[in-house]
């Protein structure tokens, strides 16, 4: 990342003689000022606080669509597991519940960061392909036609943009909880879609 590299280039050049100090600035005589890096390092803090708050939504959409249809929740966190940014464990199974449940379940992730971003339900939003990867196992399990996965899709997307606008309390309470513990266990998630607090904007 640039803020690192101008970080060590600033000290290096300290102890660089002067001469070769301006060999190595010459080229383009940028050197960041202090300003300049405190603004990068800045922007950079905001950025990793946007990538946490984007993964907390996310996978509080899938919490709170998978408490509405009473599934039990194993665990919800923000850290990256190595497959996604991101887990929200269900002890119920989208590949035996309901179809349509799992679906609205497995699409309420993309679902919420597309409220949030005040746009309609993007399947290819980056972050969902895992997502999208098991609602295609379960249509193939099923052997749902394609015509019929269209109809599915189209159907349970608004379904739980529905059912996350309605809960959308219950989505910031809990994007919040996790920006602040950043993993909850099945019944400290519960405690809090019982009683959302509302968060302060
Ligand atoms: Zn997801």
């Known amino acids: 990342m640039d803020v690192s590299s101008n970080a060590v280039q600033l000290e290096d050049s300290r102890i660089l003689p002067l001469t070769e100090y301006q060999a190595v600035t010459a080229p383009d005589s940028q050197t960041p000022t202090t300003d300049q890096l405190e603004c990068d390092i800045e922007r950079a803090a905001d950025q990793i ?4 708050r984007q993964v907390a939504l996310h996978e509080a959409g899938h919490a709170v669509a998978a408490y509405e249809f009473e599934w039990e929740i194993g665990q919800v966190s923000i850290d990256a597991d190595g497959e996604s940014d991101g887990t929200a464990r269900m002890k119920s199974a989208a590949a035996t519940s309901d179809l ?3 679906v609205q379940v497995l699409l309420a992730g993309i679902a919420a960061q597309c409220i949030d971003a005040g746009c309609a ?4 939003r980056r972050g969902g392909e895992q997502d999208m990867r098991q609602i295609a196992e379960r249509f193939a399990k099923d052997g749902t036609s394609p015509d019929d996965r ?7 997307g608004h379904a739980v943009e529905q059912l996350l606008q309605r809960n959308w309390t219950k989505v910031q309470a809990l994007m919040t909880k996790l920006l602040a513990k950043r993993t909850l266990s099945g019944p400290e998630t519960v405690a809090i879609l019982k009683a959302p607090a509302v968060p302060r904007q």
């Open 49 to 52: 606080g946007e990538m946490d």
């Open 100 to 102: 349509g449940h799992a």
């Open 121 to 124: 339900i993007d399947l290819s």
């Open 150 to 156: 269209a109809v599915t899709l189209r159907d349970q």
